[in-house]
């Protein structure tokens, strides 16, 4: 009796009665059970940092690269682990490119190291004595080092595993300074972007879906901010305050969505148009429901191909900020580094090649992986699974 009374309550049901805001029912799944829980517990360790404690446990860009990896931990790669299937299908086609294969292996182990490595490792320190080392298994004339820290042979200066790139012209070693250089590169890099692309997902989708006064007002706000020159704005803000990585950070995440915005609205626009969007709007569902349902995962891919491929613009951005002088000087990069050394090429070059070299590398790994990634997740791309 009691599953014949279900099947005529189901029976009488409408589809144009279902409560489009408590699809999934009463329960949560466990990512959004993990979300809610790690959201919480993030607010209270900020709060606390913030509020609670004389001097900060983190920084604010320290802080903002934590809300980075947990946005990536639960919508990118718990998305990927639940839905095998279509990962494995995306892997398939992405692999095809063996450049973004090894780009990939490359990225991951400079985020790897650029995370955990100054956590393990000291911060650089001036050590005026050991100034122009050599890197290992390279020789320089020894009068070029102020004091030899490796074997002098024939009157040259061998290299030391002391310190295995070398030292600046300061006596700082050029390794660890690499590895802090990581970390700042994959921190101006992930969390501008997932600043950029929140703000220009929602803009955009927005202005897809309501179109009209909403659309106009929008886009031409993003007009007049993509006129506004931001690099003369970072200069104003250095001017007045202490330069910092999170005033970089914030000024182009928060003014250089522009782009990413009018991206997703062109792609929005042409999923307005389908047919279970209208499905959705004539049985009742809400606008919010159609766009953080609908809307927002089929521009996702547009979304995460656009990303990959900003990443390296604004790791160009900090470099050149830090090789004109304009960033926190007690902050290790790569553009620093390569500042310091470029008047030192004809006896030291190994302070400005070293680490120009990886900022070339890992420039040219992301625009690999995003090319690889427009051809594993656009549909419409030529090559079949």
Not at 133 to 161: A, E, R
Not at 195 to 221: C, H, K, N, P, Q
Not at 240 to 264: A, C, E, M, Q
Not at 285 to 304: C, E, F, K, Q, Y
Request: proline content about 4%; aromatic content about 12%; overall charge negative.
């Amino acid at each position: 009796m009691a599953a014949d009374t279900r099947s005529d309550t189901a029976a009488t049901d409408r589809f144009e009665d279902v409560d489009w805001d408590e699809i999934g029912g009463l329960g949560f799944t466990r990512r959004t059970l993990a979300l809610g829980t790690s959201a919480l517990a993030y607010v209270v360790a900020v709060a606390y940092d913030v509020f609670l404690t004389e001097s900060a446990l983190l920084s604010g860009t320290n802080w903002l690269f934590l809300l980075t990896l947990l946005a990536g931990v639960f919508f990118v790669a718990w998305p990927l682990a639940d839905n095998r299937r279509l990962t494995a299908y995306y892997w398939r086609r992405f692999k095809k490119n063996r450049a973004a294969v090894i780009s990939a292996i490359y990225l991951l182990v400079v985020f790897v190291l650029g995370t955990f490595g100054p956590m393990l490792i000291a911060k650089p320190e001036l050590n005026v004595l050991a100034a122009y080392q050599p890197p290992v298994f390279l020789t320089v004339d020894s009068s070029v080092p102020t004091s030899c820290v490796g074997q002098v042979v024939d009157g040259m200066c061998h290299g030391s595993w002391k310190y295995p790139l070398g030292t600046t012209s300061d006596g700082k070693g050029i390794a660890r300074l690499v590895v802090f250089g990581m970390r700042v590169s994959m921190q101006v890099g992930l969390i501008t972007m997932l600043i950029v692309i929140s703000i220009g997902t929602v803009v955009g989708t927005s202005a897809a879906y309501f179109s009209g006064l909403v659309d106009e007002v929008l886009m031409r706000y993003v007009d007049i901010q993509q006129t506004f020159p931001t690099f003369f704005l970072f200069l104003i803000v250095t001017y007045l305050f202490k330069p910092s990585l999170f005033l970089l950070i914030t000024i182009f995440g928060f003014l250089g969505w522009g782009g990413i915005g009018r991206l997703v609205r062109s792609e929005a626009l042409q999923r307005r148009e389908e047919s279970y969007i209208q499905a959705a709007e004539n049985a009742g569902a809400s606008d919010g429901w159609i766009i953080r349902r609908h809307l927002m995962p089929n521009v996702s891919n547009t979304v995460i191909t656009a990303a990959t491929l900003l990443i390296p613009s604004f790791i160009l951005f900090e470099a050149t900020f830090a090789f004109l002088g304009l960033t926190d000087p007690s902050t290790p990069s790569w553009g620093q580094v390569i500042s310091s050394g470029r008047g030192d090429l004809d006896s030291a070059w190994w302070i400005a090649t070293i680490p120009g070299v990886f900022l070339f590398f890992t420039v040219l790994a992301f625009n690999f992986v995003g090319d690889a990634l427009r051809d594993a997740l656009d549909p419409r791309s030529e090559g079949d699974a």
